[in-house]
């Protein structure tokens, strides 16, 4: 026999009705409506749009975060925020936040999160709350490939590029004292980068991971880059206003729970070619040993 699409759905759909009617068979006979005394619970208002945290980060900073040819913002961060705040079950958005003054956006309730590579220090901790880490970092010190300057203290007589208020700036502000006027602050670190391959500086000082990869991509910059255990090792956090436990707690889950999936792993080979555990250096070009 012909079956044709119109005779199945029929002979089908009384399939599904006979299945159905041998299924209520079996049951008791449904409940008695509520007497009308009763009243029938009001129906339930539309729950409200889920919250959507807005997430401020400083989007250049390649390639933890920064925006494609499209203007999407992009990158490390990105994806673990996404993954994190997936598996913890909130919303998020991002929201292209200026470096300088990313803090107080966050006071202010302007931004609910920063995740923006933020170095987790003491200084910090008093006014926001961060997360537990995502990633380990150090800072790392970028110079021509001709430059003598082989460590971190050598930089004492020279001119450095750091980008305003980061730990880098830190770090150099300590080495050459707080009113050297040696120290060159730029408004992002690409621009630093920038001055150091124009001449401008002799030397920028900035997290591992975006000295890097600014070194891999702009080949025609002659740079090297120059290591010093000096530095003390830093760890990103997401941070949240202080007190904000609700978020603070999600995230936390989040993290755990992509670090325990596998998903972690995952988006970190994405972005650095190896394992977390492999240190950073391995991919990279072997940075200049100290003389
Ligand atoms: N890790 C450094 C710090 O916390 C620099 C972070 C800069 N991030 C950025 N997206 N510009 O100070």
Redesign the pocket.
């Known amino acids: 026999m012909r079956i044709t699409t119109r005779h199945f759905i029929k002979t089908s759909g009384l399939f599904a009705a006979a299945l159905l009617l041998a299924a209520c068979g079996k049951k008791e006979p449904p409940p008695p409506a509520p007497a009308a005394a009763a009243p029938a619970p009001a129906a339930a208002p539309a729950p409200p749009p889920a919250k959507v945290y807005v997430v401020g980060?400083?989007?250049?900073?390649a390639p933890?975060?920064s925006q494609n040819e499209k203007g999407e913002i992009v990158g490390f961060?990105i994806d673990v925020v996404n993954a994190a705040a997936a598996k913890a079950g909130i919303q998020v958005k991002f929201v292209n936040t200026p470096?300088e003054g990313?803090f107080n956006a966050l006071g202010q309730g302007d931004r609910d999160m920063i995740a923006?590579?933020?170095?987790i220090?003491d200084e910090?901790k008093q006014t926001m709350d961060f997360t537990n880490p995502y990633f380990d970092?150090v800072q790392l010190i970028a110079v021509k490939e001709n430059s003598k300057l082989a460590k971190f203290a050598d930089l004492k007589k020279a001119k450095v590029g750091v980008?305003t208020?980061?730990?880098?700036?830190?770090a150099v502000t300590k080495l050459l004292g707080k009113t050297s006027t040696n120290i060159k602050r730029f408004e992002?670190?690409p621009l630093a980068l920038k001055e150091l391959e124009a001449g401008g500086v002799d030397a920028v000082v900035?997290?591992n991971g975006?000295v890097i990869h600014y070194v891999a991509n702009n080949p025609g910059g002659k740079f090297k880059m120059v290591s010093d255990k000096e530095f003390v090792p830093?760890q990103?956090g997401f941070a949240v206003k202080k007190g904000n436990a609700e978020l603070l707690g999600k995230m936390n889950e989040g993290i755990a729970g992509i670090k325990a999936d596998g998903s972690y792993n995952t988006i970190f080979k994405k972005h650095f070619g190896v394992e977390p555990a492999a240190p950073m250096a391995a991919a990279a070009p072997a940075p200049a040993a100290s003389k």
Do not use: P
């Open positions: 980060t400083d989007a250049a900073y933890f975060e961060t470096w990313i923006s590579s933020v170095t220090t910090r970092a980008q208020g980061t730990t880098g700036d830190e992002s670190t900035a997290d975006v830093e990103y």
